[in-house]
């Protein structure tokens, strides 16, 4: 499957803001944004006004770099959200939380999304004792996903959970790091989504 494989930091530059691709190192002064806060490429400091679809494609092209989706991954969840009874931005967020590579990182088992779907992908996670090795897997309510015994002692996962709880678990996930172990206590709702995302000029770019 194709995939980006150039420098994730020019994401974080084309997007205007830390998308948090890189791990530790987006809390450091080696950040990308922290040091050259303007697009990538030869005319990245002449910005330019962006007006209608310019503004939703932006949005669109923000989220989907966040959770590290390709275009047709994208538009599938979107599609799955607007069949859905209520608002369609909002279950779209949802759509995307729930997804296994989504949760894991999360709950503090990996350092950035891209790493929790390696993880995800070459069998370290279980969800309620069954392993799952398909990152785009959504996650039900009362499900407990959890590294598989034999990966905890990964140098990259002790490491990682040892900093989730100064990073900060969503309310609806609940962590047992001692277990290496967390429980979807619910679904989640817009209001636990603290991503700074308008998903209401999403909506207005596919209904076009």
Known sequence: ???YSESVCRLCRREGMKLFLKGDRCFKDKCAIERRNYPPGQHGRRRSKLLGYGIQLREKQKVKRIYGLLESQ?????????????ITGANLLEELERRLDNVVY?????ASRAQARQLVRHGHVAVNGRKVSIPSFRVSKGQVVAIKEKSRINEQIKASVETARARGVP??????????????????????????????????????
């Open 74 to 86: 994208f538009r599938l969840a979107f599609a799955r959200a607007e069949r859905r009874k209520g």
């Open 1 to 3: 499957m194709a995939r």
């Open 171 to 208: 309310s609806w996930l609940d962590l047992t790091p001692e277990t290496f172990a967390g429980t979807v206590l619910e679904l989640p709702k817009r209001e636990d989504i603290k991503l700074p995302i308008q998903e209401q000029l999403i909506v207005e770019l596919y209904s076009k």
């Open 106 to 110: 999360s709950l503090g088992f990996a």
